[in-house]
């Protein structure tokens, strides 16, 4: 069916352009139809591979030829990221113009019969996948070409909205001139259509939670890892294991492997071990080390069964001669400021605003050391402790900003921007740099990245500001002097400013309502890919509480919170009234042993975006 309404857009249009609607019927056909010889394989059993006296034939050559077409012509992998690009390609334009007024994305019309009940739930389809286009560009903006598994459930939507429209129209066409078996063609249709559009809302959900929450996310971060090694596949030995001692501590995959030094180096100083074992074997001396966070390295002598483990790190340099046979091991991807590395995650785990470079961590570029093993990623300015960060679109540049202990610069009226003229002038050339100021959650209401209502804004007199849909703030031209409403897809540096010492991180934490898959302790890690979600309904915890225990008496000068994309779009969302205490009992919240520093009565964020907000209230 599909194919008989290519040939028909060939035939009947003056100057087809038929070569997305051909990649589908490829894609959909040769899988349709190998999904169709490997069941009546599976029916026939040992017969399957029978020869037939009629042909000499067996059936399961069928299944070699249809697994052949899978491949032939472009293989269907690659064909769906052409579909989806060729689509997004003819998309991308119409968004720009005038988003909201998108209804078709598929450019063609769809004639069905609008007595069939399938017919809305087409038109339900392509709605939904509009939306979930537009989804896509905001999220991901440039980046989207690189997002291949997005791509995929984009093209796969895009095809099954393909096939359905053939699959109805045949049906429409058969009831219209009353053939004979036009029920049974309904009733097939309806199938069609409610399994294309079962799989079209589970390909949703996968974007609705990408890139983090999705089920290709892992895999991602796996071949991220392979890739950053060179395309090195991981070491596997017997005695390699991933301790589940860590606990609360979160470390990169190349903290669970070790580089070995040349045997007979020699051995550390004494002074350096940190414990040492004997009557050990060298499978077990690695997994003492892994197993404890502090090991960054550990010794095996052969001769004597001898085990070291050693907070400092082996390296040839650091070895003293020995007559013992040793053999040591460096752990991966914890290094301190001016010990080798191979990437930037080797150092920054330790030091954070550390990077490799010339296969040494150090402090570059604008981050300095601050003479105690650290170093400062931010620079201080009359304006406060500010740093620039790279292009990004706003959300992303939002995210850095939180992941390093910052908001995005929240200051908009005039005298702000004046304090960060000096700054920005002399660390970038760009028109626009991104501050903390958007209308997101509602058209022509601002609000700061601290959770302000702005005042004076300093727009610019020569421009329009504040309406249309440029949702995001920057600071702009004339010499970055003024604040400029722009779309929030663009990439540009982010102006970060830093709100203080991060008092929670990885601090003692619980919730009410319990999920082991993602625990409370997800919640101040300090990483932004990690979430705290809990699966028990409102209805069985409508309040629901998180605890953080700051492990002394302390000053909170600000509570910076970091709300998932996907969390403010449900009915009776709980972020939809949101407060925070600060206390000095685990469990009582009440006036007299607690202080109210946050009191919210709507979302954080919209729907498919990820911003902060940072309270500036002051809590003792």
């Known amino acids: 069916m599909e194919e008989w309404m290519d040939l028909a857009s060939a035939d009947l249009t003056q100057e087809p352009d038929y070569v997305l609607e051909a990649a589908v019927c490829k894609v959909v056909s040769s899988e349709l139809a190998q999904n169709i010889v490997d069941r009546c394989l599976r029916l026939l059993g040992d017969r399957g591979y029978y020869r037939r006296e009629e042909t000499g034939d067996t059936a399961e050559r069928y299944l070699k030829e249809t697994r052949a077409a899978l491949r032939f012509t472009g293989s269907n992998e690659l064909l769906r990221l052409f579909i989806a690009l060729g689509g997004l390609q003819e998309a991308t334009p119409m968004y720009a113009e005038e988003v909201t007024k998108m209804r078709n994305p598929m450019l063609f019309p769809v004639h069905v019969l609008k007595r069939l009940v399938q017919a809305d ?8 996948f509009a939306d979930l286009t537009l ?10 070409m690189n997002q291949q598994p997005v ?24 009831y219209c001139i009353g053939l004979r078996d036009a029920e049974t063609e309904i009733a097939l249709a309806t199938s069609a259509v409610q399994v294309a559009s079962e799989r079209m809302q589970r390909n949703a959900g996968y974007l609705d939670r990408a890139p983090f929450g999705s089920p290709d996310s892992p895999l991602i971060k796996a071949a991220d890892i392979v890739l950053e090694r060179g395309g090195a596949l991981l070491a596997v030995a017997l005695c390699w294991h991933c301790p589940a001692a860590l606990g609360e501590q979160h470390f990169p995959p190349r903290a669970f492997s070790f580089d070995q030094l040349p045997v007979g180096i020699g051995v550390l100083p004494a002074a350096s071990a940190m414990r040492s074992v004997d009557g050990s074997t060298e499978c077990a001396c690695r997994h003492r080390c892994l197993a404890d966070p502090a090991c960054r390295g550990y010794g095996y002598s052969v001769n004597t069964s001898s085990c070291w483990r050693t907070k400092l790190l082996p390296t040839p340099e650091r070895m003293q001669p020995s007559a013992e046979d040793w053999r040591w091991h460096a752990r991966g991807g914890l290094r301190l400021l001016g010990e080798p590395c191979a990437v930037d995650q080797d150092c920054s785990t330790l030091v954070p605003g550390a990077s490799c470079v010339n296969s040494t961590c150090g402090c570059h570029g604008q981050v300095t050391e601050d003479g105690a093993g650290g170093c400062h990623t931010y620079e201080p300015t009359p304006a406060g402790y500010l740093r620039l960060v790279g292009a990004a679109i706003a959300t992303a540049a939002s995210s850095v900003c939180y992941t390093d202990g910052a908001i995005l610069f929240p200051g908009v009226n005039r005298t702000a921007v004046d304090s960060v003229r000096d700054f920005l002038t002399n660390r970038t050339t760009n028109t626009f740099v991104w501050i903390g100021m958007d209308d ?11 959770y302000q209502t702005p005042k004076d804004v300093a727009w610019n007199s020569h421009t329009h500001n504040g309406r249309h849909h440029e949702d995001c703030a920057v600071i702009g031209s004339p010499q970055l002097t003024a604040v400029h409403d722009i779309g929030c897809t663009l990439s540009l540096e982010g102006l970060c400013q830093y709100i203080g010492e991060n008092l929670a991180l990885r601090k003692l934490s619980w919730m009410n309502a319990r999920s082991e898959k993602m625990p409370a302790s997800h919640g101040n890690d300090g990483l932004r890919d990690t979430v705290v979600e809990s699966p028990i309904s409102t209805a069985n915890f409508p309040e629901l509480r998180w605890t953080v225990d700051l492990g002394s008496p302390v000053q909170v000068t600000s509570v910076l919170y970091l709300a998932r994309g996907s969390c403010c779009d449900k ?30 009565e709507r979302p954080f964020v919209a729907r498919g975006l990820s911003w902060p907000a940072c309270s500036g209230a002051l809590c003792r």
Do not use: K
Not at 440 to 450: F, K, N, Q, R
Not at 572 to 577: A, E, F, H, V, Y
Not at 578 to 586: K, M, Q, Y
């Open 121 to 128: 739930e087409l038109e339900e389809c392509v709605h939904r």
């Open 151 to 174: 791509l995929t459930w984009l093209a796969e939507n895009v095809s099954d909205i393909y096939v359905v429209t053939a699959v109805l129209a045949r049906a429409s066409r058969s």
């Open 135 to 144: 989804e896509a560009l905001e999220r991901f903006g440039a980046d989207l």
């Open 571 to 600: 009915p009776n969302n709980r972020n939809r009234l949101t407060e925070v205490r600060v206390g000095s009992h685990p469990t009582e919240f009440d006036g007299r042993r607690s202080a109210r520093c946050v009191w919210l």
């Open 440 to 450: 997101i959650l509602e058209e022509g209401v601002y609000i700061t990245s601290d």
